[in-house]
C-alpha cells in the first residue's frame, strides 16, 4: 500500500478513520466482502446490487458553468449548468462526510494508454468495491510511480450520501457535478459504479480537443498494423465485434486518436452481461467466472452462478474487468492510425443495408447523427420501432457541441485515408414484429471484407435515400440479404418504412445543422415518397 505524497488534505479531507491507499484488486474485493458490500460467485467473481438505480442518472448531472470552460460547453440537456455557489456547498457537504468515515479507499489511476496525452487522476471513495472497480477500469500506474502521483482530476465518490434535491441546487437525491475550475467531480445518493467511469470520461473529451486529439465512444482492434475502431451505442454489437480472436483489442469503449494513433483511455472493460452466452461471447464470459471481475446487478441462482438471462434485478447488467483478463488484449492499449471507421446500428425498422460505404461528409453526418433504434416492448407504450439518436454515439458524455468532434473526426480520416462504413446489426425482412433479427455469421463475414479489404473490391451500388454505397455481392453472404429492400415481401411497405427514418435522420439533425458545414448538411437522407 504505497500513499502518494499528495495527501487527502489538498481535496480538503480530514480523515478520522483508516485510510487504504492505492491496494490491490483481490485485496479490495477482500475488503468489500468483510464490509458486506456484495457476495462472490460460485466461480469467484464479486456481485453488487446498486438498485434502486441500476443506470446513469443523466438528469442529476451537472456542470459548473465558470470563465473557464463557459464558452465552450455544449450546454443543454446533457450539460446542465450549475453555479459555483451550488458546487461549493456540496462540496462542503461531501469532504465532511467523508472525512467522518470509519475506512476510505483512495485509488491513484491514469487514463490513457499515450504517454502524451496521459491524465493522472484519483478515485476516493467510501466503498471497497467501488475503488476495486476504479482500479479495473482504469490504468494503474506502476509502484515506483505511486509517490510521485499528483492528480490533475480527483473524483470525490460517496454513493450513500444522498442530497436533499432542489434544497441541494440539484434534482434528485443523486448527484454528479463536474468543475472543471477546480479540475473535481462530486459523485453521490448512487451506487451505480458506472457514474465514475463516465464521469472521467466526460473530461476527457473535453480536454482532448484542445490537444487536436479526437476522443471517441468507440471498441477498437487490431491485427498487425490494420486498426479498426467501432462506434455504437449500447446494443449495436461494439463489444461483441471488437471482441475478435484473430485480432488483438485494445480496448472496448473510450479511446483517443492522436497524432500517434488510436489509444485506449482505460484499462479495463464495462460489458453488458445481460443474455450473455458462452457460445455467442466466449472471451467476454470467460471474464465472468474470474476473481477480480466485479458483477453489477446480476441476479444469483440458489447455488449462486449467474443467470445472464434474468433480468429481474436489471436490464442494464455489467461486468467489470481488467482487460488483460482478454486472451487477445494489446498490453500497451495502443494501435496505429485506423484504416478502417465503422459505425454500428441495430436498425429495428429493418430499412437500412447490412454494410454501406460512406464518404467522409456522410461519415461525419451518422457520427453527429449516433443512430440506432429501440425495439418494441422495451417501454410502455412503444408499440413500434423508436429511434434512439445519441451524437458522436455518446452524447451524454460531450461537454462540447458535436460538430468539433465531428471535424476532428474529418480531420484525421482525411489526413490518414481512413475509410467509414455503416453496418447494420439490427433487423432484416422487415421491422421488429416482422423480420428477424441479422444474422451475427452474415455481420461477421462483411466485416472480416471490411477489415481485410477484400470488400473494396465488389461492386457497389447507390443507395436512393441514404446516398452511401451497398455492395452487390460478398462471398459467403447471399446477395438478397445485402439489399435490404430485397428481403421485404412488401416492397411499399419498406418505401414507406425507409421515407419515414429518412426523414426522422432530418428532423433529428436540424439542431445541429448550423454547426456544420453544407457539404455535410447535404449529407442528410432524402425521402423519395
Same mark, same amino acid.
Given at each position: 500500500?504505497? #500513499?502518494?505524497?499528495?495527501?487527502?488534505?489538498?481535496?480538503?479531507?480530514?480523515?478520522?478513520?483508516? @485510510? $487504504?491507499?492505492?491496494?490491490?484488486?483481490?485485496?479490495?474485493?477482500?475488503?468489500?466482502?468483510?464490509?458486506?458490500?456484495?457476495?462472490?460467485?460460485?466461480?469467484?467473481?464479486?456481485?453488487? %446490487?446498486?438498485?434502486?438505480? *441500476?443506470?446513469?442518472?443523466?438528469?442529476? =448531472?451537472?456542470?459548473?458553468?465558470?470563465?473557464?470552460?463557459?464558452?465552450?460547453?455544449?450546454?443543454?440537456?446533457?450539460?446542465?449548468?450549475?453555479?459555483?455557489?451550488?458546487?461549493?456547498?456540496?462540496?462542503? =457537504?461531501?469532504?465532511?462526510? %467523508?472525512?467522518?468515515?470509519?475506512?476510505?479507499?483512495?485509488?491513484?489511476?491514469?487514463?490513457?494508454?499515450?504517454?502524451?496525452?496521459?491524465?493522472?487522476?484519483?478515485?476516493?471513495?467510501?466503498?471497497?468495491?467501488?475503488?476495486?472497480?476504479?482500479?479495473?477500469?482504469? +490504468?494503474?500506474?506502476?509502484?515506483?510511480?505511486?509517490?510521485?502521483?499528483?492528480?490533475?482530476?480527483?473524483?470525490?465518490?460517496?454513493?450513500?450520501?444522498?442530497?436533499?434535491? =432542489?434544497?441541494?441546487?440539484?434534482?434528485?437525491?443523486?448527484? #454528479?457535478?463536474?468543475?472543471?475550475?477546480?479540475?473535481?467531480?462530486? +459523485?453521490?445518493?448512487?451506487?451505480?459504479?458506472?457514474? @465514475?467511469?463516465?464521469?472521467?470520461?466526460?473530461?476527457? /473529451?473535453?480536454?482532448?480537443?484542445?490537444?487536436?486529439?479526437?476522443?471517441?465512444?468507440?471498441?477498437?482492434?487490431?491485427?498487425?498494423? /490494420?486498426?479498426?475502431?467501432?462506434?455504437?451505442? !449500447?446494443?449495436?454489437?461494439? *463489444?461483441?465485434?471488437?471482441?475478435?480472436?484473430?485480432?488483438?483489442?485494445?480496448?472496448?469503449?473510450? $479511446? &483517443?486518436?492522436?497524432?500517434?494513433?488510436?489509444?485506449?483511455?482505460?484499462? &479495463?472493460?464495462? #460489458?453488458?452481461?445481460? /443474455?450473455?452466452?458462452?457460445?455467442?461471447?466466449?472471451?467476454?464470459?470467460?471474464? !465472468?467466472?474470474?476473481?477480480?471481475?466485479?458483477?453489477?446487478?446480476?441476479?444469483?441462482?440458489?447455488?449462486?452462478?449467474?443467470?445472464?438471462?434474468?433480468?429481474? +434485478?436489471?436490464?442494464?447488467?455489467?461486468?467489470?474487468?481488467?482487460?488483460?483478463?482478454?486472451?487477445?488484449?494489446?498490453?500497451?492499449?495502443?494501435? &496505429?492510425?485506423?484504416?478502417?471507421?465503422?459505425?454500428?446500428?441495430?436498425?429495428?425498422? &429493418?430499412? %437500412?443495408?447490412?454494410?454501406?460505404?460512406?464518404?467522409?461528409?456522410?461519415?461525419?453526418?451518422?457520427?453527429?447523427?449516433?443512430?440506432?433504434?429501440?425495439?418494441?416492448?422495451?417501454?410502455?407504450?412503444?408499440?413500434?420501432?423508436?429511434?434512439?439518436?445519441?451524437?458522436?454515439?455518446?452524447?451524454?458524455?460531450?461537454?462540447?457541441?458535436?460538430?468539433?468532434?465531428?471535424?476532428?473526426?474529418?480531420?484525421?480520416?482525411?489526413? $490518414?485515408?481512413?475509410?467509414?462504413?455503416?453496418?447494420?446489426?439490427?433487423?432484416?425482412?422487415?421491422?421488429?414484429?416482422?423480420?428477424?433479427?441479422?444474422?451475427?455469421?452474415?455481420?461477421? *463475414?462483411?466485416?472480416?471484407?471490411?477489415?481485410?479489404?477484400?470488400?473494396?473490391?465488389?461492386?457497389?451500388?447507390?443507395?436512393?435515400?441514404?446516398?452511401?454505397?451497398?455492395?452487390?455481392?460478398?462471398?459467403?453472404?447471399? #446477395?438478397?440479404?445485402?439489399?435490404?429492400?430485397?428481403?421485404?415481401?412488401?416492397?411499399?411497405?419498406?418505401?414507406?418504412?425507409?421515407?419515414?427514418?429518412?426523414?426522422?435522420?432530418?428532423?433529428?439533425?436540424?439542431?445541429?445543422?448550423?454547426?456544420? !458545414?453544407?457539404? @455535410?448538411?447535404?449529407?442528410?437522407?432524402?425521402?423519395?415518397?
Amino acid at each position: 500500500m504505497t #500513499a502518494s505524497q499528495h495527501g487527502l488534505d489538498h481535496h480538503g479531507l480530514q480523515p478520522s478513520g483508516r @485510510v $487504504h491507499w492505492n491496494e490491490d484488486g483481490p485485496t479490495l474485493l477482500e475488503h468489500a466482502i468483510r464490509r458486506s458490500e456484495g457476495r462472490l460467485t460460485a466461480h469467484g467473481a464479486f456481485v453488487a %446490487l446498486t438498485a434502486p438505480r *441500476t443506470g446513469r442518472s443523466p438528469n442529476d =448531472k451537472f456542470v459548473v458553468q465558470e470563465p473557464g470552460s463557459q464558452d465552450r460547453i455544449w450546454w443543454g440537456k446533457f450539460n446542465r449548468p450549475t453555479t459555483p455557489a451550488v458546487f461549493a456547498a456540496m462540496l462542503g =457537504k461531501v469532504q465532511a462526510y %467523508l472525512s467522518e468515515r470509519p475506512e476510505l479507499f483512495v485509488q491513484d489511476l491514469h487514463v490513457g494508454a499515450d504517454p502524451a496525452a496521459q491524465m493522472p487522476l484519483r478515485v476516493v471513495t467510501e466503498n471497497a468495491w467501488h475503488a476495486a472497480f476504479a482500479r479495473n477500469m482504469f +490504468i494503474r500506474p506502476a509502484a515506483d510511480r505511486l509517490a510521485g502521483h499528483v492528480p490533475e482530476f480527483t473524483v470525490l465518490h460517496t454513493p450513500h450520501l444522498q442530497a436533499a434535491g =432542489k434544497a441541494d441546487g440539484v434534482n434528485s437525491e443523486a448527484f #454528479a457535478l463536474l468543475d472543471f475550475d477546480r479540475k473535481l467531480i462530486l +459523485i453521490g445518493g448512487t451506487k451505480y459504479a458506472g457514474e @465514475v467511469k463516465k464521469s472521467i470520461f466526460t473530461v476527457m /473529451n473535453y480536454l482532448c480537443p484542445l490537444q487536436g486529439i479526437l476522443p471517441m465512444h468507440c471498441s477498437s482492434n487490431v491485427k498487425g498494423d /490494420n486498426t479498426a475502431i467501432f462506434f455504437g451505442l !449500447s446494443g449495436t454489437g461494439k *463489444t461483441t465485434l471488437s471482441a475478435d480472436p484473430s485480432r488483438g483489442l485494445i480496448g472496448d469503449d473510450e $479511446h &483517443g486518436w492522436g497524432d500517434s494513433g488510436v489509444f485506449n483511455f482505460e484499462g &479495463g472493460c464495462y #460489458a453488458k452481461m445481460i /443474455n450473455l452466452s458462452p457460445e455467442a461471447e466466449p472471451d467476454i464470459f470467460a471474464t !465472468s467466472r474470474r476473481f477480480g471481475t466485479i458483477l453489477e446487478n446480476v441476479k444469483l441462482d440458489d447455488q449462486r452462478v449467474p443467470d445472464f438471462y434474468d433480468s429481474s +434485478i436489471a436490464e442494464n447488467s455489467r461486468g467489470s474487468y481488467p482487460v488483460d483478463f482478454i486472451a487477445n488484449n494489446v498490453p500497451s492499449g495502443r494501435g &496505429g492510425h485506423p484504416q478502417n471507421v465503422i459505425f454500428l446500428t441495430a436498425d429495428a425498422f &429493418g430499412v %437500412l443495408p447490412p454494410v454501406a460505404r460512406l464518404t467522409p461528409d456522410q461519415a461525419a453526418y451518422h457520427f453527429i447523427s449516433g443512430y440506432t433504434a429501440k425495439v418494441a416492448g422495451t417501454e410502455v407504450g412503444v408499440t413500434e420501432p423508436q429511434p434512439n439518436f445519441s451524437a458522436c454515439f455518446g452524447g451524454p458524455f460531450m461537454p462540447m457541441h458535436p460538430s468539433v468532434y465531428a471535424e476532428l473526426l474529418m480531420k484525421k480520416m482525411t489526413q $490518414h485515408g481512413s475509410q467509414a462504413w455503416l453496418i447494420s446489426t439490427g433487423w432484416t425482412g422487415g421491422p421488429y414484429g416482422v423480420g428477424k433479427r441479422m444474422s451475427i455469421q452474415h455481420t461477421r *463475414t462483411l466485416l472480416n471484407a471490411v477489415l481485410d479489404g477484400s470488400l473494396a473490391n465488389v461492386v457497389f451500388r447507390k443507395d436512393p435515400r441514404f446516398g452511401f454505397e451497398v455492395p452487390t455481392a460478398c462471398p459467403g453472404v447471399p #446477395a438478397e440479404v445485402l439489399d435490404a429492400r430485397a428481403t421485404w415481401t412488401d416492397k411499399d411497405a419498406y418505401d414507406r418504412c425507409a421515407d419515414k427514418l429518412a426523414r426522422m435522420f432530418g428532423e433529428n439533425f436540424q439542431q445541429f445543422a448550423g454547426g456544420c !458545414s453544407d457539404a @455535410v448538411n447535404s449529407a442528410a437522407p432524402q425521402a423519395v415518397g
